[in-house]
């Protein structure tokens, strides 16, 4: 889906941000102004062992013509230039597009990347105007998650273009213009979100020299990055084919097609789901949770294939990686949400002989659940209890878990209640033999959860913890766990405290823990984290509750569907996609990743519930 984006002034627009990935990890990004205001931003960063070890490459190309500066730089006191001023409009359709309306004419900028490559083109069309183009690459070679020092730049000529060689290398070349050596270092960039997150903020950048070419009033050239080509592709045989690979992914809300295929990422030979961008790699929580969205309500099966295999190669007696990439394992609900989308893979695709591969897998862990263990385990009541900081609200300040939830966790036994259903359907249909007490005895003891008080549920038991929190509605939204009336008492509550247009709260503003903004430095967002910060991904877990209620009323869904609105049609932060959480209280600012798989995914899939 087209954005479109007509800038106003400086301060107002620099948080509109746009992202466009290459299928490895790595990604270009900045603002719709065209300055970058985080460290994450640039134009290539590379991951040079996909999806993982992702480098800021090139973070910008400066454009000067006529004495027309374009581009947009933060030093301390001054943004200067500010090529903002002649920024007509800024478009995402599908890739990022900036016009400049200059008095003899009009530049156009088209920026994208080629799919399975650490490649970006830029694509320059100049219409009307004669004279000189000089671009200027600014460059370094540093962990996009944070600035640091330059290091030296060894620099090699190419014919139209220079290969730059330190501990990483980058081809900059151009099919038009020819490129002119000459090294400069540009001090003191500053990018002003770090700064606001608490994080450093200022570094140097390097140039190798400039790309020119002239004008003769219709003028269309190119300019590559790469860590590997050394000749230029044919661009619009390149534009074309990522065109049409990105038509042909659809998605049943339009407007999230572009993000939900971003997502899905290359590990080794096979292929996983990151968590977010800008800088989360492949966690196995959100990327089970994000599956159906992105790979099953999508019709890809065979990626969805491929990710599942991956998550269970990766797994050590039973435990799903809490972030592969790390290979942590700190987690109690990842295999539970694996078991879980493997079930919704069968549900969409019908194939047995898959869920016969895996089967070993699945009974690993529930064999694992079944006993005791350091982490967690099963008690004798039939539910699972695990340590502190091992849900998904795992935020720590100061070595400390915010929310520790040590003990039963509401969500985790429900989700341990429906892999035990999952798993009986699978065992019959295999023809595998499987004891269905286990079943029956979660159940009856699911029960305790309820909290006549409040009419919902405990978030934990033993010990009891009545925090009005939103892990009870993957409870509601399971029909045969808990009487309707119960539910519908659960939706009722979690309505009045924690909805918002955006998400639910992970805290009820009547609990004088909650924590109304999030915002400030690494500890202050930490503590904020999930103590009343809204995430968007709860919000497939409501539609699907309020449908396990009642979905045979066209009125109730139109009324499902309408809590969706706001997410899908977002109009503040990342275009065409949801960021990970937004603030407790209105106006509901995004913060976090500027796009998160969950909350794509979970949008889709609620989307795809009601429609059903």
């Known amino acids: 889906m087209e954005a479109r984006f007509k800038p106003a002034n400086y301060e107002s627009e620099k948080r509109r941000e746009w992202l466009i990935a290459n299928g490895l990890g790595g990604y270009a990004s900045s603002t719709a102004l ?37 581009a947009n730089h933060q030093y301390p006191g001054i943004i200067y230039p500010q090529g903002f001023r002649f920024l007509k409009e800024f478009r995402l359709d599908p890739f990022p597009l900036f016009i400049y309306e200059l008095e003899e004419g009009l530049v156009e900028k088209n920026i994208f990347m080629i799919h399975g490559e650490n490649t970006t083109l830029v694509h320059y069309r100049i219409k009307g105007i004669q004279g000189r183009i000089r671009i200027t690459p600014l460059v370094h070679c540093r962990s996009f998650h944070a600035v640091s020092p330059l290091l030296d730049i060894g620099q090699y000529p190419l014919q139209r273009g220079t290969f730059l060689k330190s501990d990483c290398r980058l081809i900059l070349l151009s099919d038009e213009a020819e490129f002119r050596p000459k090294e400069l270092t540009f001090y003191n960039f500053e990018y002003d979100i770090e700064r606001e997150r ?7 950048l390097f140039s190798p020299g ?31 084919k990522e065109i049409f690979r990105l038509k042909a992914i659809t998605t049943p809300v339009p407007e999230l097609s572009q993000a939900a295929d971003s997502f899905l990422v290359r590990r080794g030979s096979t292929k996983t789901i990151i968590a977010g961008y800008h800088w989360f790699d492949d966690w196995g929580r959100d990327a089970m949770i994000a599956l159906p969205g992105l790979l099953l309500a999508t019709g890809r099966f065979e990626d969805a294939k491929l990710v599942l295999k991956a998550f269970a190669s990766g797994m050590k007696n039973g435990v799903l990686p809490n972030d592969f990439g790390a290979t942590s394992f700190n987690t109690v609900d990842a295999s539970l949400w694996f078991i879980k989308a493997i079930g919704s893979y069968y549900d969409y695709s019908q194939d047995l002989d898959f869920i016969g591969l895996l089967w070993p897998k699945l009974l690993e862990v529930i064999r694992r659940y079944s006993g005791k263990g350091e982490d ?13 900081q091992f849900t ?61 008080e409040n009419g919902c549920l405990f978030d934990v038991l033993d010990p009891e913890d009545a ?74 877990y409501y539609v699907e509750a309020m449908l396990a209620i ?27 996609t949801i960021p990970e959480v937004f603030d407790g209280d209105s106006p509901h600012r995004p913060g976090g990743c500027i796009s998160q798989a969950w909350s ?8 795809t519930l009601i429609k059903e």
């Open 34 to 70: 065209g300055a970058n205001t985080r460290a994450y931003h640039g134009l290539l960063v590379a991951a040079l062992d996909p999806p993982t070890d992702r480098r800021l490459l090139l973070s910008s190309l400066d454009e000067e013509l006529n004495g027309y500066e374009l």
């Open 198 to 204: 608490g994080l450093p903020w200022r570094e140097d």
């Open 210 to 240: 400039y790309f020119e070419k002239e004008l003769e009033g219709n003028d269309t050239f190119c300019i590559m990055a790469s860590t590997w080509r050394t000749s230029m592709p044919s661009v619009e045989e390149a534009l074309v």
């Open 376 to 388: 967690f385990g099963m008690d004798v009541d039939g539910l699972i209890i695990s340590g502190p």
């Open 392 to 452: 998904w609200m795992d935020a720590r300040v100061d070595g400390v878990p915010v929310t520790p939830r040590a003990g039963k966790a509401c969500e985790i036994n429900a989700l341990w209640y429906k892999s035990l259903k999952i798993m009986e359907g699978f065992a019959q249909a295999l023809k595998e033999p499987w004891d269905p007490s286990l079943i029956n005895k979660v159940k009856k003891s699911f029960q305790k959860f309820w909290n006549p």
């Open 467 to 540: 925090s009005v929190r939103p892990n009870q509605i993957v409870a509601a939204a399971i029909p045969d766990l808990l009487p309707a009336i119960k539910r519908r008492g659960i939706l009722e509550v979690v309505t009045r405290d924690l909805l918002t247009p955006y998400g639910l709260r992970t805290l009820s503003p009547r609990d004088p823990r909650y924590i109304p903004k999030y915002e400030g430095g690494p500890k202050q967002r930490d503590a904020a984290y999930h103590q009343g910060t809204v995430w968007p991904w709860l919000m497939g």
């Open 550 to 576: 009642d979905d045979s009323s066209d009125d109730y869904r139109e009324l499902a569907s309408e809590v969706l609105q706001a997410l899908i049609k977002l109009d503040i932060g990342g275009f065409n």
């Open 600 to 607: 794509v995914a979970e949008v889709i899939r609620a989307w």
